[in-house]
C-alpha cells in the first residue's frame, strides 16, 4: 500500500487508484493469488533479500504474445532491480513454459519503463492505441517486443 502512494504509479497504470487504500491492496493481492489458482495473468512479486521489503511487481501474461508489466517503489528505482526482474521473468517464462513472444507497452512520457523494456531484450516496435487512455488523457503507447 505505501509503495501505490507514489503518484508515478497510478499516472502510468491507469487502472491503480489515485487513493490507494488498504482495502485496494488487500482486493490486489486476493486477485493476484486468484489469477495463480484461474488464470494465464501471474505476478511476481519483486523482494529484497536482506530485509524481505517489498519492491515492486512484474505481471506477464503467459502466452506467446502475451504481455508484461511492472512497477517499482520509488526508493528502488535507478538501480537496475526492475531490469534484472524482467529478465529473470521472461526467462522463467521461456524455460518452463516455452513462450518465445511477448511485449510491453509504455507511456511515451515514462522513460524509465522504456529503458527497462530496451534492457532486458525487448524492441522497440512503435506507437500504438493504449486501450485504456492514462490519466493526462493520453491514449497512445510505446510497444516494445520480445521474439
Same mark, same amino acid.
Given at each position: 500500500?505505501?509503495?501505490?502512494?507514489?503518484?508515478?504509479?497510478?499516472?502510468?497504470?491507469?487502472?491503480?487508484?489515485?487513493?490507494?487504500?488498504?482495502?485496494?491492496?488487500?482486493?490486489?493481492?486476493?486477485?493476484?493469488?486468484?489469477?495463480?489458482?484461474?488464470?494465464?495473468?501471474?505476478?511476481?512479486?519483486?523482494?529484497?533479500?536482506?530485509?524481505?521489503?517489498?519492491?515492486?511487481?512484474?505481471?506477464?501474461?503467459?502466452?506467446?504474445?502475451?504481455?508484461?508489466?511492472?512497477?517499482?517503489?520509488?526508493?528502488?528505482?535507478?538501480?537496475?532491480?526492475?531490469?534484472?526482474?524482467?529478465?529473470?521473468?521472461?526467462?522463467?517464462?521461456?524455460?518452463?513454459?516455452?513462450?518465445?513472444?511477448?511485449?510491453?507497452?509504455?507511456?511515451?512520457?515514462?522513460?524509465? #519503463?522504456?529503458?527497462?523494456?530496451?534492457?532486458?531484450?525487448?524492441?522497440?516496435?512503435?506507437?500504438?492505441?493504449?486501450?485504456?487512455?492514462?490519466?493526462?488523457?493520453? #491514449?497512445?503507447?510505446?510497444?516494445?517486443?520480445?521474439?
Amino acid at each position: 500500500m505505501a509503495a501505490c502512494q507514489d503518484s508515478e504509479i497510478p499516472r502510468f497504470i491507469p487502472f491503480v487508484p489515485l487513493a490507494y487504500s488498504q482495502q485496494d491492496g488487500q482486493s490486489w493481492l486476493a486477485e493476484v493469488e486468484r489469477n495463480w489458482e484461474i488464470s494465464d495473468e501471474l505476478t511476481f512479486a519483486i523482494v529484497e533479500q536482506e530485509s524481505d521489503g517489498f519492491l515492486g511487481v512484474v505481471t506477464i501474461r503467459l502466452r506467446n504474445g502475451g504481455s508484461l508489466g511492472y512497477w517499482l517503489s520509488r526508493e528502488a528505482r535507478g538501480k537496475g532491480v526492475m531490469s534484472e526482474a524482467v529478465r529473470a521473468v521472461v526467462e522463467w517464462a521461456r524455460t518452463k513454459h516455452a513462450i518465445e513472444r511477448l511485449y510491453i507497452t509504455a507511456h511515451p512520457d515514462n522513460v524509465a #519503463s522504456q529503458r527497462v523494456a530496451e534492457k532486458a531484450g525487448f524492441a522497440r516496435t512503435g506507437i500504438i492505441s493504449h486501450g485504456t487512455p492514462y490519466r493526462d488523457g493520453t #491514449s497512445k503507447a510505446i510497444r516494445f517486443d520480445l521474439g
